[in-house]
């Protein structure tokens, strides 16, 4: 899949960024400017992760796995959600803004992992590459590539973890009724607040971690 790249990236993110501070300042969210992006209609997941800055804290972040809108309807929806609606942080405040850094991650196709047994399933999972959603009986869970390479995680690890993020038994990807997708993901993140975007590439693990 084409990389949207870091100049459409730098555009969705002064979006997300814009958008935050308009209803930070008390715009209706119906109100909010979503600007066209791109030349023609692009539709994929994303997430918008903010972080402190320089701290580089976690300070939200929500995103939409699926294609669900364009891009760009997503990407501000998902920055809007993050800085108000994260239930793990205390709404973003007007004088945070200035010091709080925008990450993007778009993502492709979610991709079922199929395999004759389910002891083998860590072996389709890349650290580094993929993330992973979980499905079990009206739960899930999702959690982003770079989740894994921060917390050092290998294959096995990564899949224990995306079931206990979807509240589930740490061995429910094992049960051949869960179901596992695999995703990549694009990177863009700010330098510092309302400053040039940079990709992000991830490390991959030399050995241990992915297989």
């Known amino acids: 899949m084409e990389e949207i790249g870091e100049q459409a990236a730098a555009r969705l993110i002064a979006a997300a960024r814009k958008a935050i501070a308009e209803v ?20 994929r997941g994303v997430f918008v992760t903010l972080y402190t800055y320089p701290e580089m804290e976690l300070r939200g972040c929500i995103g939409y796995p699926r294609p669900v809108d364009t891009l760009e309807v997503l990407t501000v929806r998902a920055a809007i959600a993050a800085a108000l609606y994260d239930p793990r942080f205390p709404q973003l405040k007007v004088e945070e803004l200035d010091s709080t850094v925008l990450e993007l991650s778009v993502l492709t196709p979610l991709e079922l992992i199929r395999v004759d047994a389910r002891s083998m399933i860590a072996e389709h999972v890349e650290v580094g590459r993929h993330g992973l959603v979980i499905e079990w ?18 294959a096995e690890e990564f899949l224990i973890n ?13 049960d051949p009724m869960s179901k596992i997708y695999r995703f990549e993901a694009e990177l863009y993140i700010e330098e510092r607040p309302n400053g040039p975007v940079k990709r992000l590439k991830l490390e991959r693990p030399k050995s241990g971690c992915s297989v």
């Open 24 to 43: 930070l300042a008390g715009i209706d969210l119906e109100d909010v400017e979503v600007p066209a992006v791109f030349g023609e209609e692009v539709r």
């Open 137 to 154: 009986k009206g739960f899930s869970g999702l959690l982003l590539p770079q989740v894994a390479v921060e917390q050092g995680w290998d």
């Open 162 to 174: 995306v079931c206990l993020k979807a509240g589930l038994p740490p061995s429910t990807f094992l």
